[in-house]
């Protein structure tokens, strides 16, 4: 059943000791519509006011036990009453002092004896009119507040359980009501179905798809419900997003107390509360999304290196089945010549022929060609580090350009140079550096064969933790796919080059922790850049 809200009529205390007076001021007041109260002295009007406060009251200054003035005093000096109007009544023309008195300790207006009664009730209206603005703005001050604390209330939870119990529970205590219980509709891709409710006495009662827990309790608007279970009237307020009902908010009452107010601050704290639920679940939604998510990529990570693990170990499988090939290739070479003059100096021993010296000078020099590959295999796969200390590159490379200079001098190759001398925090293996750069440089200068304004550039450089040395050449320059093998074993972009060159000058870089890289185009030339530690 619906029901409209009925105004109260004002109250109004007159406190008079004259009954003449006090017939006559209730007439007039009771014939405007108003709820009248009297008090024959000021004792009296105190002791009515603890139990009920008027609107307004109609004050006699000069009354037994408690004069007006002590009256009001007595009202100021308590914020529950101080802000009652109050309109003095003085019967002295003569003293106007007095009603300027009751003015400066707390009354409204004053009127004098015998009055207009039309202009006392005009008074009265505007007196009361003020009070209504007063009372209405201090509720409206008073509703911010509490939606403002409902708010940093709905911000502090954000567990949708928690959030529900903090919303309950914060309404049983700024309201005046018994219960209150929150329903969530199972259609609403928030929740499964759920309710709660809070009693005043600390009792939680939870029920999984609680269901209508009245007919039609969909319903768009705010009313009140009578006599529904042990509730005597229910305030239900929908929690609606946009054209979807997520649930609905019970406050419950077991008295039959009606109050608009309660009405606006309920309409508008749900709003408040259906936000913070559909924010609540959607953070919710996101911790799991996250934690899947975590899951899953924990998961794929795996995967990836697992498959990386494969990739790599079949990678390995292959370069050891090329480095295999290119080694037997690489010794088989040398060891044909070798194998067939044995056989021939055999057969001249077995027929006593004098044995052919120049068949024996093939088989050393094939032997000791065996032995350089032999040792440029062990630099690759074991550098040799031994010796390394603190030296200046600055030197070393000094030492390089002065080996390098004949066959700079003789291609017409340019040299310019950028050293920083004042590096020498470096610790290597000086030979091992040599070999390096002067690898570097002899095949720069080679990949300039017949270019015009051939340039060799050499740098000597340090960021916050490497010393930097750059060798840059504008010779003929490598591909992609050519970059992508530079360091391999036996690849060589020279015709007759063995293609361990580079890759020794590899391993021995990052044998002493450093990195080497190389930029490339075709027909532009080529830059390596070599980065090594300062000593620690």
Known sequence: MKEKFMKTPPNILIADDEPDTVMFLEQICKREGYDVSVAENGVQALEYIKTQIPDLILLDIQMPLLNGFEVVEALQENENTASIPIIVLTANATKPEQAIKGLDIGADDYIIKPFNFRELLARIRAKLRTRELEENLKKKRNELDMLVRLGMALNNAKEPEHLIHEILNFLLNELPFDASTLELLPATGVHNGFSKTIYTDGKIHTTQSFGNIIENSDTPHLEYIYSLSDAKNILIAPLEEEDTNLGNLYICSNSFVQNPDNRRVIQ??????????????????????????????????????????QLIRSEKLASIGRLAGEIAHEINNPLQPIIINLQSVLEDIQDDIPVDTQAIDIMLEEAERLKRTVKRLLNFARPDTKGIREVSLYEIIQDVLALTQKKIEHTNVKLVTSLNADITNVSVAPDQIKQVLLNLAINAIEAMSNVDQATLTIELASDNKNAQIVIIDNGHGMTKEQINQIFEPFFSTKEHGSGLGLAITHSIIEAHGGKIQVESELHQGTKFTILLPFTT
């Open 268 to 309: 508008a704290a749900s709003r408040q509360i259906t936000l913070a639920i559909r924010n609540s679940y959607l953070y919710s939604s996101l911790q799991v999304y996250a934690t899947n998510l975590e899951d899953l990529v924990d998961e794929r990570t795996k995967e990836l290196e697992l498959a990386q693990k």
